[in-house]
């Protein structure tokens, strides 16, 4: 998804939903650890952190990529480095296949498999396979809110 295009979607989610937090876009200097997490090639994952810091609703959290005030979300590093995060079991083979980018309540997440951009997600412990890109993840789990 292009950044334009991500524009339009999250102004149109915000103008839809008041109560999704929204946090600004991160600095240049923590845009810049998305890719140190999650890698150069999933373009979708680049294109939403460059236009906001995380998403919340619910309980559905895209990690922020950098702290925001006054929030208790753990940020995106902190959730993908296996002496802090309290995901996947803390698990180093997990985390070193995974990307966690969203807790979905309940001590869940959602993942991004880092070598194919597969979307994962954590269903009675266990990790089930989705078909889903970014945009339709998000969009999926707003309308199961409703």
Known sequence: M?????????HDLVDNNRAILW????????????????????????NFYSLTNGLSLQWLT???NSEV??????????????TR????GANDDLLSRFAVFADIGGGSVAAVEKSNGI?????DGELVQTTLDLESFILTCLREMV
């Open 23 to 46: 946090p600004p876009a991160a600095t240049e200097e923590t845009r810049s650890s998305v890719t140190d997490v999650i890698g150069t090639e999933h373009i979708d994952f680049i």
């Open 119 to 123: 979307i994962w997600h954590e269903e």
């Open 62 to 64: 895209i990690l922020p």
């Open 2 to 10: 292009s950044f334009k295009d991500w524009n339009l979607l999250i």
């Open 69 to 82: 005030p006054a929030a208790p979300f753990i940020t995106l590093r902190e959730a993908n480095d296996v």
């Open 85 to 88: 995060t309290p995901y996947l």
